[in-house]
């Protein structure tokens, strides 16, 4: 796989080369919303789903009294940009 350089907008990342970078962070891809992807880290996890205009993620128990924390990042954010903010974690 050989990415666009880390500074290009995710949305000039065609759509393949999006799923083999989120499968090379660990993250999988969910069998009944093609679209959402699952991580798990040592102290948190995640939902990340490939939405119309950006990518969303939810961290499953990781706010105050155990709620979710929702972010979402714009697709014209840079690759690593999103990566820093999404896979550090909440």
Same mark, same amino acid.
């Given at each position: 796989?050989?990415?666009?350089?880390?500074?290009?907008?995710?949305?000039?990342?065609?759509?393949?080369? /999006?799923?083999?970078?989120?499968?090379?962070?660990?993250?999988?891809?969910?069998?009944?919303?093609?679209?959402?992807?699952? /991580?798990?880290?040592?102290?948190?996890?995640?939902?990340?789903?490939?939405?119309?205009?950006?990518?969303?993620?939810?961290?499953?128990?990781?706010?105050?009294?155990?709620?979710?924390?929702?972010?979402?990042?714009?697709?014209?954010?840079?690759?690593?940009? /999103?990566?820093?903010?999404?896979?550090?974690?909440?």
């Amino acid at each position: 796989m050989t990415l666009p350089t880390a500074d290009t907008p995710l949305y000039n990342h065609p759509l393949n080369q /999006i799923e083999q970078w989120l499968q090379a962070h660990g993250c999988e891809q969910d069998q009944n919303d093609l679209h959402c992807w699952h /991580i798990e880290r040592a102290k948190w996890k995640a939902e990340l789903c490939l939405e119309v205009e950006e990518l969303a993620v939810r961290y499953l128990g990781a706010g105050e009294g155990g709620r979710d924390v929702v972010r979402s990042f714009k697709y014209s954010l840079s690759r690593e940009d /999103i990566e820093a903010a999404v896979f550090s974690g909440p």
